[in-house]
């Protein structure tokens, strides 16, 4: 999203990213049609869209986007702590170099194990530039909370973009809505009832964002390096994943409803 935010894998890249990437046509969550375009060019019903299952399935990666995207940040996690006090006994700087070094490896090599299957690399890309980021912070700090800092501020920076959107009546939820599954057209907000969902969808982002980076942001506040990683594979995904889940459903059943009243009057 934004909005996603969220929206949405890599330890930095957001989920709101891939809702601008990913979502296309396919996405149920259409315009209502004219009737004459409620076939194809030979007379022939178009082919149906995917299920919301599939959407979301999508959308997320799938189970494997969720490894790909978690592994840096497993890495980061896993070598901190083993080389750490806790079980080998290094020093922590050293400990905090292996760390760096194991996330961005295990980024670097899941780009080169796409790109040599010829698979699209663009979320490696964008998950290495954040890993890359957060690499260096940690370096420069020696502190391995501030290996997440610029996901936690990036998600709070998202999170104030779609407020100031919807105090302004220009909710950015609409205008991704219109640029992905609306063929480019900003022609919802002669729609008082789709632009009063996108209004309160982009409150929801915002509320959902906010959530993840406070949660992020209090572990950060206390120094807890390993809880943060755990809290942004474990929490952030679901959140991202309901989240876009009920803004699926509700545009959905607004885009829906005003097609059947269409198609009856």
Do not use: C
Not at 129 to 145: C, D, H, V, Y
Request: no cysteine; charged share 20%.
């Amino acid at each position: 999203m934004t909005p996603g935010s969220e929206p949405r894998h890599a330890a930095h890249e957001t989920v709101e990213e891939r809702l601008a990437e990913e979502v296309v046509e396919e996405l149920d969550l259409h315009a209502v049609p004219d009737a004459k375009d409620a076939k194809g060019k030979d007379g022939d019903e178009e082919e149906p869209f995917p299920s919301m299952s599939e959407q979301i399935s999508e959308q997320l990666g799938g189970v494997r986007g969720l490894i790909e995207s978690s592994l840096p940040v497993l890495a980061f996690v896993a070598l901190n702590v083993i080389l750490g006090d806790t079980v080998v006994g290094l020093e922590k700087r050293t400990a905090l170099y292996w760390a760096i070094g194991g996330a961005v490896f295990s980024a670097l090599a899941i780009g080169a194990f796409r790109l040599a299957r010829k698979q699209p690399v663009r979320h490696a890309v964008n998950g290495l530039f954040g890993i890359a980021i957060g690499a260096f912070l940690a370096w420069r700090t020696g502190k391995a909370e501030d290996f997440y800092l610029p996901g936690i501020l990036l998600t709070f920076a998202q999170a104030a973009a779609l407020l100031v959107s919807v105090l302004v009546r220009k909710p950015i939820i609409g205008y991704v809505w219109g640029v992905m599954a609306n063929k480019g057209r900003q022609d919802w907000f002669g729609n008082a009832r789709l632009f009063r969902t996108f209004q309160w969808l982009t409150l929801v982002w915002v509320a959902s964002l906010s959530v993840r980076a406070g949660i992020q942001f209090v572990l950060y506040q206390m120094g807890e390096a390993n809880a943060l990683g755990i809290a942004r594979i474990l929490i952030s995904w679901p959140i991202y994943a309901a989240t876009f889940a009920f803004t699926a459903w509700a545009i959905h059943r607004v885009t829906s409803s005003q097609q059947t009243e269409e198609a009856a009057a």
